[in-house]
């Protein structure tokens, strides 16, 4: 005898899903989708009454589907790398090395591969500088560009031979398709008698917790492993937030906060800093300048004469300068800030000893834009002063840098130049994927820089390289992307 | 930042010894200069050299001038025997208001390989370019000194001369080289703020060159066969001219060649005196070693700071108490104060060897009341679901202008844009989030995007800067009442009592729109984008929100920051 047999509690739906499973036995879930015009959260949730029940199995599959890559495609369209090589040295005598990538059209890197492939077979000869075809009738391998010919025009292909060197070349990829099927464990006829079809209901209202009919009806189970509606919800922007995060940080360590103007007065931006009216930086091409008003006002203070002492015979600083006459209308001209030294200049006024200060400031400059320059970016930049603060104290500064902001031991200082600090050093990051990154410079301010304003201790003067930083941590290759308008992106990127 | 190519091979002959490139990195870093690339099959090194004021580094020769002192393998300023030569250059008075200083010097000896010659002109390039300011402050001229007789003329003379130009194979007219030769059309600028033309000519009436712009073909050109050479350097700096011909002679003689002197006879109306070249007068520079030792944080002796001098190819000329005298080598003219002499003893100390000190200036770090009030704000429009942005100040004038329906405006525009994309300042933020939106129709809906930023503004006064914070809301059934909501939840929050003022604005739909009034000052706007401005940036999708001056709200502390 067996058991006395249980009574089997399914939802009207489920038992219509047993129904249709029970007529095809085995049958993807994509099918029965189609069949039941259920979405596909509801109907993993009837399905697992039939699974628990055990009377329908769950079994995902996987198989792999081939397909071209980007360079796979790339290489059907126009010829493999190596068999274009060929061609252009075919069609041209005695190419210079230096000149053949720009004669194929393509990049260094995808150059290189083919010319190690032809040297490999000796298909090519390279002496001085000169490269040149071993033989001119080379037909290097037809067969594989003939696949790779196939596959774009969606014919049946045989690759097992090739498979391995299509993969290693990355010319094509193996895609994982998955699925799940549904195979039927007890048949309907079999249960049938045992299937007690329910009614439950979905959502509490507020009149079932006040009148009290909660008590009566049962509650509908969440399937839990089920994926919720896609939310968007507010947040700040990544490289905003990280922002705040370095302010923290700076914060943290006893850094006072400044700011300036965006539009800058060339006195702030070069002369208070030491850099000759000449000098390359202040050219056209090296600094945005403003078409109207062209010139702003120089402050009437006695600091600007000083300034312009200095320049001139180096002041009471024990300088040279920089012996020629310096012009206030020059001084006066205004350019879009090009580095937040000046800031700092600023700061200068009146600055009080001992003092720590940071900036994160907009900045500009004249260049194209591209995947690792912007015309507008942020840079961190501060200055430190107290009477008894040595050399060796910038190089401490800097080393906390390193490990509390950049959060690395590896690192080392390289001699650097600023044409207001002196001396001046690069604190430069080894990263593992990035290699050697700049990420600091510091220097202590030249005395032309602080006399001026009465400055009579030493003051450092530093700056980070945080967008680095930021894209390191992102894994972000093109600069761009810090101020990007694309949604996706600002509202699904991960925090650091 | 000045860029070099060399070779790899070539640089370690000079050397001496074989370097890794790693190595060769840490060495070249006592240059102040990195290896930017190295291309193995041409043997082609691309070396970046940090600094602007030292155009004696600017070649292979320079920087293991510089890492022979680090290796202790030679110390001190290099000397080398001046040969006197019955070369003069006869100077022209007229030229004083132009380009009145030159400097020459005669190589012999020579023996230069087709390598040789392009670095030559590599560090000729690249001096005229940064260090010479392209060609206007200074220019430097090599020729072959064979086909030259002494005295040379450095003189004005008549527009009519005529000479072949290198490069080319017919005579033409000095006006015509400036217009028609590709070095005229660079350099000839120079030569026309001028009132005269430059020339340089030799005794026998053949033209060696037009200064600043183009050498003549045949003298002017330096060829393998060449064995003696004349050096010129023309400019309007004497103390620059001078350098410049130091370095190219260093580096002659450190390919083994011998250097021979010129007289330079200048009028009265230019210098008091004559002058032979090259000028190596050593100049001195006196440093403190207990100052010095304050400064670094160090605690070096008097000898232990002359070996370090000497190792960055300065002499320790005397010494006397705490003093040391410090003989500068004549190509370098950076040094000005015992600052710069304080840097080459941390340098030759090996910054990496020096020892970081302790962090020791206790200050309390605090953020600005007005970074703290914008943090506020950003915090209440996170908190209503909005989306931060951070776009660009620097922008394109169509998107403050045509794309949301505004006229041209004062606005802070770019002198020497790099494009029009990146040539004007925003003075509002909200043109900037409409094109946001315009960029993202492929996006689900609603969208709520906001930005805190800066913007300029040109006042009667001056320029200023100031925060201004936008929050746009785009969804099917936006409407006005979704605006005006937030704004309430905003400035509630912030407990500031405002009003809405109609207005009639071209980016806006009529009757949807008004300006925010709090103490009886306007200080934003408010209501639904204008379907004409929706239909220019192809949003199809209704979109609402507020703009508002962050300065004018009384419980924040934001500040508006004048440039002068």
Redesign the interface.
């Given at each position: 005898m067996s058991e006395p047999e249980k009574h089997i509690s399914l939802p009207i739906e489920a038992v219509e899903i047993y129904k249709i499973l029970n007529k095809k036995k085995k049958i993807s879930i994509k099918e029965i989708e189609e069949a039941t015009k259920l979405d596909r959260g509801k109907l993993e949730y009837f399905l697992d009454f039939l699974i628990s029940n055990d009377l329908v199995s769950r079994l995902p599959i996987v198989s792999h589907l081939m397909s071209l890559t980007k360079e796979g495609r790339e290489a059907a369209e126009k010829q493999l790398i190596e068999r274009r090589i060929v061609e252009v040295l075919r069609k041209n005598k005695d190419v210079l090395?230096?000149n053949l990538s720009e004669l194929m059209g393509c990049d260094k890197k995808e150059m290189n591969a083919g010319i190690g492939l032809l040297k490999k077979k000796d298909l090519i000869k390279?002496e001085k500088?000169t490269i040149s075809l071993a033989e001119q009738d080379t037909d290097i391998n037809a067969d594989l560009q003939g696949i790779l010919e196939d596959f774009l025009a969606n014919k049946e292909v045989d690759t097992k031979e090739f498979e391995a060197i299509l993969l290693e070349r990355n010319l094509i990829e193996l895609i994982e398709v998955k699925d799940t099927i549904l195979e039927i464990l007890t048949f309907y006829e079999e249960v049938k008698s045992r299937i007690k079809q329910t009614s439950e209901i979905s959502r509490l209202t507020p009149e079932m917790i006040r009148n009290g009919s909660w008590k009566d009806v049962k509650l509908k189970e969440y399937n839990l492993g089920v994926s919720p509606p896609?939310f968007?919800?507010?947040?700040?922007?990544p490289?905003?937030h990280f922002l705040?995060w370095v302010?923290r940080k700076?914060?943290?360590?006893?850094?006072?906060?400044?700011?300036?103007?965006?539009?800058?007065?060339e006195f702030w931006n070069f002369d208070a800093l030491f850099q000759a009216q000449?000098?390359?930086?202040r050219e056209?091409?090296d600094v945005?300048?403003?078409?109207?008003?062209?010139q702003?006002?120089?402050?009437k203070k006695d600091y600007v004469s000083l300034v312009q002492k200095v320049h001139e015979d180096?002041y009471d600083?024990?300088?040279?300068?920089w012996?020629y006459k310096w012009s206030p209308e020059k001084s006066?001209r205004?350019v879009?800030r090009a580095h937040g030294t000046s800031v700092s200049a600023r700061t200068l006024v009146d600055l009080p000893v001992?003092?720590?200060y940071f900036s994160i400031s907009?900045c500009?400059r004249?260049?194209?834009?591209d995947a690792t320059h912007l015309?507008?970016f942020n840079q961190v930049e501060g200055i430190?002063?107290?009477p008894?603060?040595?050399?060796?104290?910038l190089?401490?500064?800097?080393?906390?840098f390193a490990v509390d902001v950049a959060e690395t031991e590896n690192f080392?200082?390289?001699?650097?130049?600023y044409?207001f600090t002196?001396?001046?050093?690069?604190l430069s990051v080894n990263d593992p994927i990035m290699g050697s990154v700049e990420f600091g410079g510091a220097g202590?301010f030249?005395?032309?820089v602080t006399r001026p304003f009465g400055i009579e201790t030493?003051v450092i003067a530093w700056g980070l390289g945080i967008d680095r930083l930021f894209m390191i941590k992102h894994g972000i290759t093109d600069i761009r992307e810090?101020?990007s308008?694309?949604?996706?992106w600002?509202?699904t990127a991960e925090m650091s | 930042m000045v860029s070099i190519k060399t070779s790899y091979t070539k640089l370690q002959e000079m050397l001496g010894k074989d370097v890794s490139i790693d190595e060769l990195g840490n060495l070249l870093a006592f240059a102040k200069s990195e290896i930017d690339d190295y291309v193995e099959e041409e043997d082609m090194l691309v070396i970046d050299i940090k600094t602007s004021n030292r155009p004696d580094l600017w070649c292979a020769e320079g920087m293991v001038r510089e890492i022979n002192g680090i290796l202790g393998k030679e110390n001190k300023i290099p000397i080398y025997e001046i040969e006197p030569s019955d070369f003069k250059v006869v100077v022209d008075p007229k030229l004083a208001s132009s380009r009145p200083y030159i400097a020459c010097a005669i190589a012999k000896n020579i023996s230069l390989t087709d390598y040789h010659i392009k670095q030559l002109m590599q560090l000729a390039e690249k001096i005229d370019q940064s260090y010479g300011r392209k060609r206007k402050r200074s220019s430097i001229g090599m020729y072959n000194l064979s086909m030259i007789k002494s005295p040379i003329e450095y003189k004005v003379i008549d527009a009519s001369h005529e000479f072949i130009p290198l490069g080319h194979e017919e005579k033409m007219k000095l006006p015509q080289i400036l217009e028609e030769h590709e070095k005229g059309q660079e350099f000839g600028d120079i030569v026309k703020g001028y009132d005269h033309y430059p020339i340089l000519l030799s005794a026998d009436g053949i033209t060696l060159s037009l200064p600043p712009v183009i050498n003549s073909n045949d003298v002017g050109r330096i060829t393998e066969e060449t064995t003696e050479c004349l050096i010129e350097v023309t400019g309007t700096n004497y103390e620059t001219v001078n350098v410049i011909l130091n370095i190219l002679c260093q580096t002659m003689v450190d390919h083994g060649s011998k250097i021979y002197s010129v007289e330079i006879e200048y009028p009265k109306e230019i210098r008091d005196k004559n002058d032979i070249n090259p000028n190596l007068e050593i100049e001195e520079i006196a440093i403190d070693i207990d100052v010095l030792n304050k400064y670094l944080g160090t605690n070096i002796s008097m000898k232990d700071a002359t070996e370090l001098v000497e190792k960055r190819r300065f002499n320790g000329v005397s010494q006397s108490k705490s003093i040391l005298t410090v003989a500068i080598p004549p190509y370098r003219k950076d040094i000005l104060h015992w600052v710069d002499i304080a840097e080459e003893i941390a340098i030759a100390m090996d910054l990496n060897k020096m020892g970081a000190t302790k962090w020791k200036v206790l200050t309390a770090g605090s953020i600005l009341p007005e970074t703290e009030s914008e943090n506020i704000v950003r915090d209440i429009l996170l908190g209503t679901g909005g989306i931060e942005l951070l776009t660009f100040t620097l922008t394109d004038p169509d998107i403050l202008m045509e794309n949301v329906n505004l006229e041209d405006r004062k606005l802070v525009k770019i002198e020497n844009p790099v494009s029009k994309t990146y040539s004007v300042l925003r003075d509002q933020i909200f043109p900037l989030l409409i094109n946001v939106f315009s960029k993202n129709t492929h996006e689900t809906y609603p969208q709520s995007i906001f930005e805190v930023g800066e913007v300029v503004k040109i006042t009667k006064k001056s320029v200023i800067t100031q925060t201004n914070a936008a929050f746009f809301h785009a969804d099917a059934d936006a409407s006005f009442e979704d605006a005006h909501k937030w704004l309430e939840f905003l400035l509630k929050l912030l407990r500031t009592s405002y009003k809405i003022e109609k207005l009639e604005h071209p980016s806006f739909t009529e009757g949807r729109c008004g300006k925010i009034i709090i103490n009886q000052k306007e200080c934003g706007i408010i209501g639904e984008i204008a379907p004409n401005v929706l239909e220019k940036n192809q949003i199809w999708i209704p979109v609402v929100g507020f703009e508002i001056e962050l300065p004018l709200i009384p419980s924040l502390e934001c500040k508006v920051k004048e440039t002068y």
């Open positions: 090395f230096a390279i500088g896609v968007y919800g507010g947040r700040k922007q490289y905003a705040d302010k700076l914060i943290g360590l006893g850094f006072h906060e400044m700011r300036g103007p965006l539009v800058e007065l000449d000098h390359s930086a056209w091409s945005y300048r403003v078409a109207n008003p062209k702003g006002k120089l402050p180096g600083t024990g300088s040279k300068g012996r006066a205004l879009l001992p003092s720590k907009r500009y004249p260049d194209a834009v015309a507008e430190v002063t107290d008894s603060i040595t050399f060796r104290d190089l401490g500064i800097l080393t906390t080392v200082f390289k001699p650097d130049y044409p002196e001396p001046s050093v690069e202590i030249r005395p032309e030493p810090l101020f308008h694309k949604l996706e600002l509202r | -």
